[in-house]
């Protein structure tokens, strides 16, 4: 609860903070909003040397519409995802699932950005980032480069970000008119993150599914798209029965971990249910 | 003028206002010139013999001025003692020594103690002592534990720390009445962590002028804690202060006195400097007490008409690596004297097996032993009404002592003093309109919508207590309390009590029996407690006992000031005593209104003493001390409806009814408050929490991320109501209420839970009722792979 000493510094650009990532390498940690890596540092579990703070780093700020996108700079926090007119109106699903992460302090202080680039396997915003297909803009003493979000969770807290590259902004590309969406979790009664979400969006013609996307985050190492769920979905005609029917299919091959509040299997079963859950939900809003 | 009726009043507490502005002064709060931290170095093995301890490194870190072990404590601070030496069990006392010897017995033992200018270069010391451990195998659950060849004390056989029994009657006999069936069920009652919000604290100065010691710490017993602590440290009491200051909680946690205490006071002497020590978190979950822990067969024996006729309960009690203060009592005669609760149960019979473990030591956590009494009964009778085919409200009213039995001795010897089972029950019934939520259950099921209904009646024993009875349980102290009540020269009044309150509101509730009995303004009383040097003694607050045995003390302490009072002003105004009346805090001659004199004029008389009469001593104060008959004994019905998604496992508490009795009723307003936060911490307990140890002793709940806090947003809004049945044993007709919650919750829960899943076959679920476990009873239930 008391962590060991580090030396602490504050930049004013990402140019700096990538000139600090070069000099001092992994002995020195990006500070957002500390919510994931100051109860490391407490426990002594994370020892950095050097923490840099990108708190007054302004162009990490800020929510934009751009050729189709939503582009979220890192810091945005997570309330100020969650309440966005912006976010609200354009992709809901984020904004719903940043409104169910941890309680209104953790809301308060924990940012988009910083989230993502801690890839903690039961945060929330892995599943919506995986259904919405949000690109990863980072930058590095290479320049910039963009990772889109089926290839930025590698494996448990571990993501694509290069140890020298810092995460500015998402790419977010806003949800079409008529797409139904959802983000369902069961939160873990002790920590409030996710024994499992399921992030759904669903987009129908007709009655009959065009493009489902389904990604589920908090059963294994990371947070994944159901692809069999998907597939399953896709050309069908949506009722209850087909959507119950390609539901099933959650669990299969689903690599799951187990942990003190929900066993492995149990995780499957619940991503079942969930599944279906999310489903109807992102249907219900599709037709409505 | 004076207010004049406050007792019963719904009077804000007085305390809330520095609570929330953040202005209350806490231990860790406590700065003073020269401070220095301390840090302990904690075993991180559950069982290991301790080779050698290298404290060099640590000893020359920056600003470290000392690292101490066992070795430097030899002679100087002695082992902890066990303050409730139960007899007739065979109670082994292994000593608990302040800083572990050759032997680290749980994780969090602590084995070394660092001082240094600041806490954080304490704990960077601490974690460059470097303790060479041979690991041992651990014993962790209790049945293994028991018959182990892994010793926790070796002069310990069988890991047994005693075994205990009460029986009355002959349950042998009533299972074998023509008839009598015998229902049985193993319940477990998972070990808690008290997760008081305000971790524990210590802060020593030593002053080598006058040879004081003081010590600021968190407990909810300082006179205790300085009785013991004279002890452990060789020093006389007399120089030995300690002050209790803004508690922030305690649950039981905070009774003990624990061996980071004793150390700091040491270290404050030795270093000749002031020592503080906080605790983290973590530290909290390690090595402050946790609670409950039992495995228990019960088995109950019951007419085909619903009349229980025996109970016989086998319970494994585990204590953990050392017997903390208070922990002998709280599995033994807190829990099995009770285990008749409200009901006539002719035959009861209860063992108690206690148990070491290498685990944290277990002590009193709310409720204490209650809880786990209520538990075994409430189910039990659940149970049997199911077996039965009886309406649990039905079977419950059959077996509760009637109104006219009491005093009621009950078949394990102890004596209830005054009860209304029914009314209560009534009452609680009438408001969640039991027939209609059944109506609504059975609709319900016919659309697949599982709920459940459950009921807890119960009673407690708590407002501890006689004295000479305690004594004759081991208890080493009184349980008695003392009061003065004293005026000054302006009129104002200052109250000390001995019971040392940590947010049950007695600031408030004292406030207004003095106020009520004095007739002066509620403003005018201050109400002081939690320091060994302003009153003569003091037993602490815990076990529900505060208001009842403390409580009466502050109002015999009134009544004697009122008295003295009284003769000032007939003195004064040349009447005799009995002439006067004392009205809305004035003193006036009987059938003559105008010729009086305030109680506040009669205290500047007093002080000024020009004119009182012959003999009498100058000075405005009473002081009273009250050793009650008896216990107390609250008792209620809380009734529940929840909703289980037989999808998820998933439980949602739908409505919560509490009517309790506590006797009469100082202030509703705090009494509704702390029955509110008893209910969450018993439905913590049957839904969310429980501590659980991998098998090398590790806490797997080793924080707040992992184990189950609960939250305000997951429980519905309490629909709270009371019986008024006073009590006899003390002149205020006032029980207890601290701990009612926490009783009856827990089996109210866990009792609908298995309600609603009645329809599927299923008998019990242990606790906590996590979905995955309701899940899982479902799946075996339905002969699924689970």
Redesign the interface.
Same mark, same amino acid.
């Given at each position: 609860?008391?962590p060991?000493?580090f030396e602490y510094v504050r930049v004013h650009s990402v140019r700096e903070a990538i000139s600090l990532l070069q000099q001092h390498g992994s002995r020195a940690k990006l500070l957002a909003g500390g919510h994931s890596l100051l109860?490391l540092m407490k426990?002594?579990l994370s020892q950095p040397e050097l923490l840099i703070d990108l708190g007054p780093v302004d162009e990490l700020r800020g929510i934009r519409e751009e050729n189709g996108a939503l582009v979220i700079g890192a810091l945005t926090t997570h309330d100020e995802v969650a309440t966005s007119p912006l976010v609200r109106e354009r992709v809901p699903l984020l904004a719903d699932c940043a409104a169910q992460i941890g309680?209104v302090q953790v809301r308060n202080r924990g940012t988009f950005g910083g989230n993502l680039a801690h890839a903690d396997p039961a945060a929330d915003y892995p599943a919506a980032v995986l259904a919405l297909e949000a690109q990863m803009e980072v930058e590095g003493p290479a320049g910039r480069r963009t990772i889109p979000a089926s290839q930025w969770f590698v494996d448990l807290l571990t993501t694509a970000l290069g140890p020298d590259e810092v995460l500015c902004r998402v790419r977010v590309p806003v949800q079409a008119k008529g797409q139904g969406w959802s983000y369902t979790k069961?939160p873990h009664?002790? *920590?409030g993150y996710s024994l499992l979400g399921v992030a759904c969006l669903v987009t129908v013609d007709g009655g009959v599914c065009r493009e489902a996307r389904v990604a589920v985050t908090g059963v294994g190492p990371k947070a994944v798209r159901l692809a069999k769920v998907e597939a399953a979905l896709t050309g069908k005609r949506l009722d209850e029965a087909a959507v119950a029917e390609a539901s099933k299919l959650a669990g299969d091959g689903l690599e799951a971990t187990d942990d003190?509040?929900? *066993?492995a299997?149990?995780k499957r079963?619940?991503a079942v249910?969930y599944t279906r859950r999310g489903l109807l939900r992102a249907l219900e809003r599709a037709a409505g | 003028m004076a207010v004049t009726q406050v007792f019963g009043a719904r009077v804000r507490r007085r305390e809330d206002p520095r609570l929330i502005r953040g202005t209350a002064m806490y231990t860790d709060d406590v700065v003073l010139p020269g401070l220095c931290y301390a840090a302990f170095v904690r075993s991180p093995h559950a069982h290991a013999r301790i080779r050698h301890i290298d404290v060099s490194r640590a000893r020359s870190t920056p600003g470290v001025l000392g690292v101490f072990t066992a070795q430097d404590l030899e002679g100087r601070v002695n082992p902890i003692p066990c303050g409730w030496q139960v007899p007739n069990c065979d109670l082994k006392i292994p000593p608990h020594p302040a800083l572990a010897r050759d032997k680290v017995r749980h994780v969090g033992d602590a084995v070394a103690v660092v001082v240094a200018e600041t /806490?954080?270069q304490a704990?960077?010391a601490a974690?460059l002592v470097e303790v060479d451990y041979e690991v041992l195998p651990a014993v962790v659950d209790m049945q293994q534990a028991l018959g182990s060849a892994t010793l926790v004390h070796e002069d310990v056989p069988n890991n047994r720390v005693l075994l205990w029994s009460v029986k009355g009657g002959d349950f042998e006999a009533a299972a074998r009445e023509p008839g009598v069936r015998v229902i049985r069920q193993r319940l477990v009652n998972q070990r808690l962590i008290p997760n008081a919000m305000e971790a524990r604290a210590a802060v020593a100065q030593y002053n080598p002028g006058t040879g004081e010691l003081t010590l600021w710490v968190t407990s909810q017993n300082p006179h205790i804690a300085r009785v013991i602590l004279s002890g452990v440290l060789k020093f006389p009491e007399h120089k030995l202060r300690v002050i209790a200051p803004e508690v922030g909680g305690g649950f039981g946690s905070k009774i003990p006195v624990y061996p980071e205490e004793a150390v700091v006071a040491h270290l404050a002497v030795r270093l000749a400097r002031p020592v503080k020590w906080a605790e983290? /978190? /973590?530290?909290n979950y390690l090595s402050t007490i946790h609670g409950r822990d039992h495995l228990t067969e019960a088995e109950m024996a019951v007419r085909p008409d619903g009349t229980v006729v025996g109970l016989r309960v086998r319970t494994l009690a585990n204590f953990g690596a050392y017997l903390s203060t208070a922990a002998p009592a709280i599995p033994t005669i807190l829990y099995g004297l009770i285990l008749s609760g409200p009901y006539r149960i002719p035959n009861i019979e209860c063992e108690v097996t206690g148990v070491f473990t290498n685990t944290t030591p277990t002590d009193a956590y709310r409720g204490a032993g209650r809880p786990e009494a209520t538990y075994v009964l409430e189910r039990m009778m659940d149970l049997a009404a199911r077996e039965l085919g009886m309406d649990p409200a039905e079977i419950r009213r059959r077996n509760l002592i009637p109104r006219e039995q009491f005093p009621a001795t009950v078949a394990t010897g102890i004596t209830y003093d005054s009860g209304d089972y029914a009314r209560a029950l009534d009452r609680a019934l009438q408001i969640l309109e039991y027939p209609k939520v059944r109506g609504e259950q059975a609709a319900a099921r016919q659309q697949g919508r599982y709920l459940g209904v459950g009921l807890s009646t119960y009673v407690e024993i708590c407002g501890a207590g006689p004295s000479k009875v305690v004594g004759s349980t081991g208890f080493a102290g009184g349980l008695w309390e003392s009061a003065v009540v004293r005026f000054s020269p302006t009129g104002k009044v200052t109250v000390f009590t001995g019971t040392s309150p940590h947010g049950q509101g007695e600031e408030t509730t004292f406030a207004q029996i003095v106020a009520q009995e004095l007739g002066v303004s509620l403003d005018d009383v201050e109400v002081l407690h939690g320091d060994t040097d302003s009153i003569l003694m003091g037993w602490g607050t815990y076990g529900s006992r505060t208001t009842a045995v403390g409580g009466t003390a502050v109002y015999l302490a009134a009544q004697k000031v009122k008295e003295k009072a009284q003769r000032i002003a007939a003195h004064q105004l040349e009447v005799s005593v009995d002439d006067l009346v004392f009205e809305a805090g004035r003193f006036h001659v009987r059938g003559a209104p105008d010729r009086g004199m305030t109680i506040q004029e009669v205290a500047l008389q007093a002080y000024l003493a020009w004119n009182l009469p012959e003999g009498m001593e100058p000075g405005l104060e009473g002081q009273a001390n009250w050793d009650p008959s008896n216990f107390v004994f609250p008792f209620g019905t809380h009734a529940c409806v929840v909703e289980v998604d037989p =999808?998820?496992g998933?439980v949602k508490l739908l409505r919560y009814v509490a009517v309790d009795d506590c006797g009469r009723v100082i202030n509703p307003l705090i009494v509704d408050g702390q029955v509110h936060g008893g209910i969450v911490q018993g439905i913590a307990q049957a839904l969310?929490e429980f501590a659980?140890y991998d098998e090398a002793g590790n806490l797997?709940?080793g924080?707040?991320?992992?184990?189950?806090?609960p939250?305000a947003a997951w429980l519905p809004r309490f629909e709270c109501d009371r019986t008024e049945t006073p009590t006899p044993v003390n002149p205020l007709g006032v029980k207890g209420v601290g701990e009612t919650g926490t009783i009856a919750a827990t089996p109210c829960v866990v009792n609908a839970v298995l309600d609603a899943l009645s329809p599927f076959g299923i008998r019990h679920v242990d606790m906590p009722l996590?979905? =995955?476990r309701v899940?899982?009873g479902i799946q075996q239930a339905k002969g699924g792979a689970?």
């Open positions: 609860m008391i060991a000493p109860p426990l002594r309680d069961l009664p002790a *920590s003190l509040y929900a *066993s299997e149990y079963h619940l249910v | /806490r954080a704990y960077d974690s983290t /978190r /973590r530290e =999808e998820t998933q969310w659980r797997l709940t924080s707040m991320a992992e184990y189950a806090v939250k996590l979905p =995955e899940w899982r689970a």
